[in-house]
């Protein structure tokens, strides 16, 4: 059903609702300006003269745009505006106002939504009581001899004059809530719209949604991913094996139990942080390292039935446990992701190479430390394993935790095998 203008009847009644609202709101204002007002025109009741009951209105009006500027008022009038004004949410700023130009605009709205509302509100109370008395007028006689006003239909044709302004008060009433409905509806995103600088703080807020989800989808990857390449690989070996060599067999089935124990906590780990987004909470597990884990890590991927061989070299550092906490967690899960694409794609023995050793500092004149880890291995695909490609999702998230601290990888073919070379900045703090 269509009301006035074509707009639906339901969306007009709630705008009307809303008005009365905004009327309501007014009332608390009004009576502090009609005490202020009497007492001024000499200690009058304000309500018993129309031009002061004016004059209340209109000192009510700063009053309403000077509480506007509290922080609650904005998301209040934007969750009204929403249920009942019919406006598309995208439209409307999100939380307090932040800006002093966004705070004045939110201000503009309060005082125009109360002092619009406030109109509404009056005349919906008067006019359908009026309109009911002039319409029924005519044939009601004890409504034509009291004293109601009406004196100008006193003859007996008069009187059926009543009817027809009684509807067109009605009218009005509608077509004049209607329209004012609408005038909120129109003005709410100028005055509640987003400003720049709410633009500007949701666009950080998605940058940072996003940053959290792609670690988190870092995360994910690098620990459930390796640990299927590996159990999958630890499984074919010792199938293979069963009956020649059970010892093999046992260290197989205990490096899959290893690697599934470590891989569960630390799917907990992940999706404890995707619950409650809190990595610092008592029972997170702790993130591994390249000083605690990596020996763990090289005896799960060699109990596959891959051979490794891994050269340390901590160089000036002396030992991996004095890394910084950041790039010893990163340069492990980048091990890690060689280590599984080496196992998914791969054939043959890993050689694998971290040291540290001075570089040529980029920024300014000097060295500084590098933390270099390079993994080789055939490029070959036995077995049915798809061939190696530079842009899988384990090798962009590798190449993403390198970047976080200002490193690079490279992967690709290299002296007719195949390489991957990740370099870590440490700074002049690794000691």
Known sequence: MRGPGGLPAGRARLRWVHLILGGALLMPYFFVAEVVVG????????????PLALASYA???PLVAATAVFGLVRPLSVTAVRAMCG???DRLAEGPARSWAARGRTSAWWTLHLGVGAVVSGLTLAVPPMGVVLIVLPFV???READLGFGWFATDAQPYLAPPAGIGL?????LLAVGAGALLARMAPVLLGPTAADRLAAAEERAADLAVRNRLARELHDAVGHALSAVTLQAVAARRVLDRDPEFVREALAAIEDTTRRTVGELDAVLGLLRDGDPTRPDAAP???LAADLDGLLARTRASGTTVTADQDPGPVLEWAQLPAIASREAYRIVQEGLSNALRHGSGPVELR???????????EGTHRELEITMTNQPAAPDGRELR?????????AAERAALLGGAIEAGPHEGGWRLKAVLPLGEGAR
């Open 287 to 289: 993130a591994p390292t």
């Open 87 to 89: 406006v598309p949410g």
């Open 59 to 61: 000192a009510a009006l």
């Open 141 to 143: 006689s004890g409504l």
């Open 170 to 174: 009605l009218a009005a009433l509608v």
């Open 354 to 364: 971290i040291r540290v050793h001075e570089g040529e500092n980029p920024r300014r």
């Open 39 to 50: 007492m001024a025109a000499g200690g009058v009741n304000a309500l018993n003269s129309f």
């Open 389 to 397: 490609t530079t842009g899988g999702r384990g090798l962009r998230g």
